[in-house]
């Protein structure tokens, strides 16, 4: 069995474009998520004169849900605006469906990439697990620190 240099070349080409994918998606959700928790989950309370309460809980992760919707999006477009660079897919709006589904690893849209960019999908789907992590994370954090206390009874 020889070599087959051309697979070789494509999971190469893959991991070379997808780590620093990676890199760039996580950089840019851990400092966003820094943006937020210092003009959100901080300020707002200190805007409405309340610290804990059922309100403000609420009012914080709407905030919070929208804007970590937003930026997986934006992260999502990244891959989708890479898909389409690379020839993968040949328009964004399905380079977009495959990014989130791949992202979310939902995986029934339907749409496949290229044959030689097939591992990028998998290497999405290992960014969006890090990148739905920090979310959950952060999001448990809001939870946290600002669910209301009661008086013992």
Same mark, same amino acid.
């Given at each position: +069995?020889?070599? #087959?240099?051309? !697979?070789? &070349?494509? /999971?190469?080409?893959?991991?070379?474009?997808?780590? =620093?994918?990676?890199?760039? $998606?996580?950089?840019?959700?851990?400092?966003?998520?820094?943006?937020?928790? #210092?003009?959100?989950?901080? &300020? @707002? =309370? @200190?805007?409405?004169?309340?610290?804990?309460?059922?309100?403000?809980?609420?009012?914080? +992760?709407?905030?919070?849900?929208?804007?970590? $919707?937003?930026?997986?999006?934006?992260?999502?477009?990244? /891959?989708?605006? !890479?898909?389409?660079?690379?020839?993968?897919?040949? #328009?964004?709006?399905?380079?977009?469906?495959?990014?989130?589904?791949? +992202? $979310?690893?939902?995986?029934?849209?339907?749409?496949?990439?290229?044959?030689?960019?097939?591992?990028?999908?998998?290497? &999405? !789907?290992?960014?969006?697990?890090?990148?739905?992590?920090?979310? $959950?994370?952060?999001?448990?954090?809001?939870?946290? &620190?600002? /669910? =209301?206390?009661?008086?013992?009874?």
């Amino acid at each position: +069995m020889a070599f #087959d240099y051309a !697979a070789a &070349e494509a /999971w190469s080409n893959n991991w070379a474009w997808g780590l =620093p994918l990676i890199v760039l $998606t996580v950089l840019v959700h851990a400092f966003s998520l820094v943006v937020i928790r #210092d003009r959100v989950v901080l &300020e @707002l =309370p @200190l805007l409405l004169r309340a610290r804990r309460s059922e309100f403000v809980l609420a009012l914080l +992760m709407i905030v919070t849900v929208l804007l970590l $919707t937003v930026l997986h999006a934006v992260e999502a477009s990244a /891959w989708a605006g !890479a898909y389409v660079l690379l020839g993968a897919r040949a #328009d964004f709006a399905s380079a977009m469906l495959y990014s989130l589904s791949a +992202m $979310t690893s939902y995986g029934h849209a339907g749409v496949f990439l290229a044959k030689h960019w097939q591992l990028m999908g998998a290497i &999405e !789907a290992l960014n969006g697990m890090m990148l739905f992590g920090l979310s $959950t994370a952060f999001l448990f954090a809001v939870l946290r &620190e600002h /669910w =209301p206390t009661r008086p013992r009874r």
